[in-house]
């Protein structure tokens, strides 16, 4: 079972950055996908960017390309969400994401049905 816990969160001015973690435990899928979402205040989730376990490929969304850069660590205990000139608009719950499928690659934008696991979400305000 996995369990992800994420943290970094804060509040932040507009132009300033903010670096999340996601820490997996129990997570061996050598072959799937991680990724990051958020949910705005009456908003729909929606990706911010996703990851490849295997081989590293990236995906983003168009709003934050060029901004925001999701990594993972060697031992792929922990994927990080640095973001970079947050603007208001980022303002959202970010939740770290496990368990994806890949299929979508090339297809469309990974969407949460893609994705088995979720962490509770870490808060991220820009003013």
């Known amino acids: 079972h996995v369990q992800l816990v994420e943290s970094g969160g804060g509040s932040v001015q507009a132009g300033e950055s903010l670096t999340l973690s996601c820490a997996l435990s129990?997570?061996?899928?050598?072959?799937?996908?991680l990724g990051w979402f958020r949910q705005a205040s009456g908003k729909e989730r929606e990706i911010v960017a996703a990851?490849?376990?295997?081989?590293?490929?990236?995906f983003y969304a168009d709003s934050v390309k060029g901004r925001f850069t999701i990594s993972q660590d060697n031992a792929k205990t922990t994927v990080y969400l640095q973001m970079n000139s947050l603007q208001p608009e980022d303002t959202a719950m970010y939740y770290c994401?496990?368990?994806?499928?890949?299929?979508?690659?090339?297809?469309?934008?990974?969407?949460?049905?893609?994705?088995?696991?979720w962490g509770q979400g870490t808060q991220v305000t820009v003013s």
């Open positions: 129990g997570y061996d899928d050598k072959s799937g996908c």
């Open positions: 994401a496990a368990d994806g499928s890949t299929w979508w690659e090339g297809v469309r934008p990974p969407t949460d049905v893609d994705f088995g696991s």
């Open positions: 990851i490849f376990t295997a081989g590293g490929s990236t």
